[in-house]
């Protein structure tokens, strides 16, 4: 019975962080670019109580005994799939349709990755810079900031598919700048690690960043100005995963709420 204790105990461990998944999750429901996180259990050891033996004839028995000893988490992974996009009235929103990656020049100087498109136009001491909203400068495919002169006209400045940033003449003709809005990829995305404010970083395990449109496998995201996209986590999914969640964590109370009854009755035992 104290097995059962333990074993009941690890699952209202596991169940709890589950919840704290879930509610973060929850919590995120508007985040742009947001990507939810999936919890992963995995058994516990297992102990055997009895090997492969015989019966009364001398026939082997099939199978052993063996007891689970309960529950752990084994992973968080996050879910990289395309989030909806939805209309927004920034001029320089941008919902990205694809594998990509938004980059961004952190504070310490290193690159950030992010889905969040919700960029500004802002104004610092050497002309004008595209950013996030907490200002940190939106690389391009040369892993440098974007930049535009202090006199350039922001309302002329329109957009394609794939990022790149036209300008219009006194004609109204669309003219390149030769500056492209930077998209990473990586070969596992949930090996990213995250950072807070919507940004990851590179790590060991999801290998180094791979630019589209210098990385020729790479099929090229989409980058639609006038969109951002929604957060991938769904209002009715993640209820129904927390009742279930809030049914097991009850359920293993229940096994030790029991085996504490077993228990005091075995203590009541007289001789």
């Given at each position: ?5 333990w ?8 169940q709890?962080?589950?919840?704290d998944?879930l509610s973060?999750n ?5 985040t742009?670019?947001?990507?939810k996180?999936?919890?992963e ?6 102990q055997t ?10 026939n ?8 689970g000893l ?9 879910e990289?799939?395309q989030?909806?996009l ?8 941008f919902?990205i349709?694809g594998?990509?990656?938004?980059m ?16 500004i136009m ?6 004008l810079?595209?950013?996030t909203?907490n200002?940190?400068?939106?690389l ?5 900031p ?6 350039t006209?922001t ?8 990022g ?11 003219q ?5 809005i930077?998209?990473?990829?990586f070969n ?5 690690t ?10 060991p395990?999801s290998?180094e ?6 990385d020729?496998?790479?099929t ?16 009715v999914?993640e209820?129904v ?20 009854e077993?228990?005091?009755q075995a ?5």
């Amino acid at each position: 019975m104290m097995r059962s204790l333990w074993t009941a105990a690890s699952g209202m461990k596991a169940q709890q962080t589950s919840m704290d998944n879930l509610s973060n999750n929850l919590a995120n429901i508007n985040t742009t670019g947001y990507k939810k996180n999936r919890i992963e259990f995995q058994s516990l050891l297992y102990q055997t109580i009895q090997n492969k033996t015989v019966d009364t004839e001398g026939n082997p028995k099939p199978i052993g005994a063996q007891v689970g000893l309960g529950v752990k988490v084994a992973a968080i992974t996050t879910e990289f799939t395309q989030g909806e996009l939805t209309a927004s009235e920034g001029a320089f929103d941008f919902g990205i349709q694809g594998q990509g990656f938004f980059m961004v020049q952190m504070p310490d100087g290193s690159t950030g990755y992010t889905r969040n498109g919700n960029f500004i136009m802002a104004i610092d001491t050497d002309g004008l810079t595209l950013t996030t909203s907490n200002g940190y400068a939106v690389l391009d495919t040369n892993g440098q900031p974007i930049k535009f002169p202090a006199d350039t006209d922001t309302s002329k400045m329109i957009f394609d598919n794939y990022g790149n940033i036209f300008l219009k003449d006194a004609r109204g003709n669309a003219q390149r700048t030769g500056i492209r809005i930077g998209a990473a990829q990586f070969n596992n995305p949930s090996g990213l690690t995250k950072i807070g404010d919507s940004y990851f970083q590179v790590s060991p395990a999801s290998g180094e960043a791979r630019i589209e449109g210098l990385d020729d496998a790479l099929t090229v995201s989409v980058i639609k100005n006038g969109y951002l996209e929604a957060s991938e986590a769904k209002a009715v999914d993640e209820m129904v995963d927390m009742i279930i969640t809030q049914r097991a964590y009850e359920m293993n109370s229940k096994a030790i709420q029991a085996s504490d009854e077993m228990l005091q009755q075995a203590n009541n035992l007289r001789s």
